[in-house]
């Protein structure tokens, strides 16, 4: 691929592109990334699949500067993130995989201000934005505990507050709810798709269910990027997910078996119902 | 080994503003070769649970037995080599220069002959197929090696019963996949292994037993059928389905795992 893809959202600039970009890490034989283009239109929400080791930490390091590319060009709202990384990250704000990380204050509601401390910006608007961010998170009666104290999931949802105080454009969710319960999960998932479509999304993740109303799902494997595909054609294509090391979730994998279609079977009533209405109709028959 | 919590009660911070009851009067046993999952949603206690295991932290209340013994007992480098714990995210603790003096680390701390200590790390790396990674430096592999050599290095340690928390958190789905067949070859050879995980999907595949937790106390424990079909809002999808079914077809049964469930469904559609 020579060009960013056309993306679905026709028209103006992209908010993030990769033209041909390589990356090899020091020592390392193979490439982390090769000529990996696409791009992303403002407003789009594009999934990021693929096999651990198969470059997605790579790629979303290279968004913010962390890394730069050995050749190849990477833009986020036109600018060079290896070169501008303080302008890049006003921009495009990063959920990392493990919150324990990035947790640093003592209290929640200082950690989700630290951001908005280092912008610079006014005590007031900085006491509304916070007073939002964890709102969006529903953490609200969180503000005086201790970060510590917290479960993994509720420590990830504080962390997400603090990258949207910020009120970044563009949000990078590098496996956002692997240390999630369900039910944390699908309350994180509502407020991301709540941001749809003011903010532009990219969303690496394992689960594929997280998914499918995504635009677009990128495929990277062996630091290629191997497909650009709508959701509906991805999760239909038994071979292309075999070959990347990808597991349709329980629900889709018991319609496949059943000979239903998986792609419009996600939730157990929907499959229940399929199931019941196959019987009826067959029993007539 | 018979591991066995009686009436065990922690609080974190006590006597503070910010003092949690994260554990509250639990009893459980982990019985000589089981799979025990441990399940329960965020901020049930699943982690303190199992880190009184092997008193990493030590109950505010109550006891822990190995074989009835107290824990408190044993020489807590023992009582931790044989209560073997991988936490969540194991790999932020990898250090050494390649793989296999990684796995090497802690077993050479047993004043082992250094031919045992090479079998035992050749022995890990094989069952968690990573062989090839051996000579490898840590920081240069993917996420799933990092895990898989962060087992290994617990594995080496020969642990009479294994505690996985959340092990496959962030891992792909095929390699997730592989670490369930580990889990129960783990089994096969004899050891116990308490698998903490919010998944219960993946619960739902290998454990022998379920405990549930809620709120710090045992909300269910016993087979996963009994303890899933008793609250179906909180169990695997395959129960999930099966539930909704069972007003009209009762005589669905009880299945569990994805492949009775998918057997039982073609049978009820007559596929």
């Given at each position: 691929?020579?060009?960013?893809?056309?993306?679905?959202?026709?028209?103006?600039?992209?908010?993030?592109?990769?033209?041909?970009?390589?990356?090899?890490?020091?020592?390392?034989?193979?490439?982390?990334?090769?000529?990996?283009?696409?791009?992303?239109?403002?407003?789009?929400?594009?999934?990021?699949?693929?096999?651990?080791?198969?470059?997605?930490?790579?790629?979303v390091r290279l968004l913010n500067g962390l890394l730069r590319p050995d050749s190849g060009r990477v833009r986020?709202?036109?600018?060079?993130?290896?070169?501008?990384?303080?302008?890049?990250?006003?921009?495009?704000?990063?959920?990392?995989?493990?919150?324990?990380?990035?947790?640093?204050?003592?209290?929640?509601?200082?950690?989700?201000?630290?951001?908005?401390?280092?912008?610079?910006?006014?005590?007031?608007?900085?006491?509304?934005?916070?007073?939002?961010?964890?709102?969006?998170?529903?953490?609200?009666g969180y503000e005086r505990r201790e970060p510590d104290t917290l479960s993994g999931g509720e420590k990830q949802?504080?962390?997400?507050?603090?990258?949207?105080?910020?009120?970044?454009?563009?949000l990078v969710l590098d496996e956002p709810t692997s240390m999630l319960d369900t039910a944390g999960r699908r309350?994180?998932?509502?407020?991301?798709?709540?941001?749809?479509?003011?903010?532009?999304?990219?969303?690496?993740?394992?689960?594929?269910?997280?998914?499918?109303?995504?635009?677009?799902?990128?495929?990277?494997?062996?630091?290629?990027?191997?497909?650009?595909?709508?959701?509906?054609?991805?999760?239909?294509?038994?071979?292309?997910?075999?070959?990347?090391?990808?597991?349709?979730?329980?629900?889709?994998?018991?319609?496949?078996?059943?000979?239903?279609?998986?792609?419009?079977?996600?939730?157990?009533?929907?499959?229940?119902?399929?199931?019941?209405?196959?019987?009826?109709?067959?029993?007539?028959? | 080994?018979?591991?066995?919590?009686?009436?065990?009660?922690?609080?974190?911070?006590?006597?503070?503003?910010?003092?949690?009851?994260?554990?509250?009067?639990?009893?459980?046993?982990?019985?000589?070769?089981?799979?025990?999952?441990?399940?329960?949603?965020?901020?049930?206690?699943?982690?303190?649970?199992?880190?009184?295991?092997?008193?990493?932290?030590?109950?505010?209340?109550?006891?822990?037995?190995?074989?009835?013994?107290?824990?408190?007992?044993?020489?807590?480098?023992?009582?931790?080599?044989?209560?073997?714990?991988?936490?969540?995210?194991?790999?932020?603790?990898?250090?050494?220069?390649?793989?296999?003096?990684?796995?090497?680390?802690?077993?050479?701390?047993?004043?082992?002959?250094?031919?045992?200590?090479?079998?035992?790390?050749?022995?890990?790396?094989?069952?968690?197929?990573?062989?090839?990674?051996?000579?490898?430096?840590?920081?240069?592999?993917?996420?799933?090696?990092?895990?898989?050599?962060?087992?290994?290095?617990?594995?080496?340690?020969?642990?009479?019963?294994?505690?996985?928390?959340?092990?496959?958190?962030?891992?792909?789905?095929?390699?997730?996949?592989?670490?369930?067949?580990?889990?129960?070859?783990?089994?096969?050879?004899?050891?116990?292994?308490?698998?903490?995980?919010?998944?219960?999907?993946?619960?739902?595949?290998?454990?022998?037993?379920?405990?549930?937790?809620?709120?710090?106390?045992?909300?269910?424990?016993?087979?996963?059928?009994?303890?899933?079909?008793?609250?179906?809002?909180?169990?695997?999808?395959?129960?999930?389905?099966?539930?909704?079914?069972?007003?009209?077809?009762?005589?669905?049964?009880?299945?569990?795992?994805?492949?009775?469930?998918?057997?039982?469904?073609?049978?009820?559609?007559?596929?």
């Amino acid at each position: 691929m020579e060009n960013p893809g056309e993306g679905t959202r026709p028209g103006g600039s992209f908010a993030v592109s990769c033209e041909n970009v390589s990356f090899s890490y020091p020592g390392s034989e193979r490439p982390a990334l090769s000529g990996v283009s696409f791009g992303l239109r403002p407003g789009e929400y594009v999934g990021v699949v693929g096999p651990n080791g198969g470059g997605k930490s790579t790629l979303v390091r290279l968004l913010n500067g962390l890394l730069r590319p050995d050749s190849g060009r990477v833009r986020v709202v036109g600018r060079d993130p290896a070169a501008d990384p303080f302008e890049v990250r006003e921009h495009l704000g990063i959920l990392f995989q493990n919150p324990d990380n990035g947790l640093v204050a003592p209290f929640v509601e200082d950690d989700v201000a630290f951001g908005l401390e280092n912008l610079g910006v006014a005590r007031q608007e900085m006491r509304d934005k916070v007073a939002r961010a964890i709102r969006a998170v529903g953490l609200e009666g969180y503000e005086r505990r201790e970060p510590d104290t917290l479960s993994g999931g509720e420590k990830q949802r504080v962390a997400l507050a603090g990258i949207l105080a910020t009120e970044p454009e563009i949000l990078v969710l590098d496996e956002p709810t692997s240390m999630l319960d369900t039910a944390g999960r699908r309350e994180v998932l509502r407020y991301l798709k709540a941001l749809r479509p003011e903010k532009t999304v990219l969303h690496v993740t394992h689960h594929l269910e997280e998914l499918t109303d995504a635009d677009r799902i990128l495929v990277l494997n062996g630091g290629d990027l191997i497909a650009d595909e709508t959701p509906e054609r991805f999760l239909s294509d038994a071979d292309l997910l075999r070959e990347n090391r990808l597991v349709l979730p329980v629900v889709p994998r018991l319609a496949l078996g059943l000979g239903l279609p998986p792609t419009r079977l996600n939730t157990p009533e929907e499959l229940a119902e399929a199931i019941l209405a196959g019987a009826e109709s067959g029993t007539r028959t | 080994m018979e591991l066995e919590l009686k009436d065990v009660s922690h609080i974190y911070a006590p006597g503070t503003p910010f003092e949690v009851e994260a554990l509250r009067g639990v009893s459980l046993v982990v019985e000589p070769g089981e799979v025990l999952g441990i399940v329960g949603g965020t901020g049930s206690g699943k982690s303190t649970l199992v880190k009184q295991m092997n008193l990493l932290l030590t109950p505010t209340s109550g006891e822990v037995l190995v074989d009835g013994l107290d824990a408190r007992s044993l020489k807590k480098s023992e009582l931790r080599r044989r209560v073997g714990l991988v936490f969540q995210f194991p790999e932020s603790a990898l250090f050494a220069s390649t793989v296999e003096e990684d796995v090497a680390f802690a077993p050479r701390q047993l004043a082992l002959h250094e031919e045992e200590v090479r079998e035992r790390v050749r022995e890990s790396l094989r069952v968690l197929g990573a062989e090839e990674l051996a000579t490898r430096s840590p920081f240069a592999l993917s996420g799933g090696e990092r895990r898989r050599t962060a087992i290994a290095g617990v594995l080496a340690m020969k642990p009479e019963v294994l505690i996985l928390d959340e092990p496959r958190a962030g891992l792909d789905p095929a390699t997730r996949q592989e670490l369930l067949a580990l889990i129960l070859g783990l089994r096969e050879a004899g050891i116990s292994v308490v698998l903490v995980s919010h998944d219960l999907d993946e619960v739902a595949e290998v454990a022998d037993r379920v405990c549930a937790l809620h709120e710090g106390r045992v909300r269910a424990v016993g087979t996963p059928a009994e303890v899933f079909y008793r609250d179906p809002a909180h169990a695997p999808a395959t129960v999930r389905v099966a539930s909704l079914l069972k007003g009209s077809r009762p005589g669905i049964g009880a299945p569990v795992r994805f492949k009775e469930t998918l057997e039982t469904l073609r049978a009820l559609r007559g596929v």
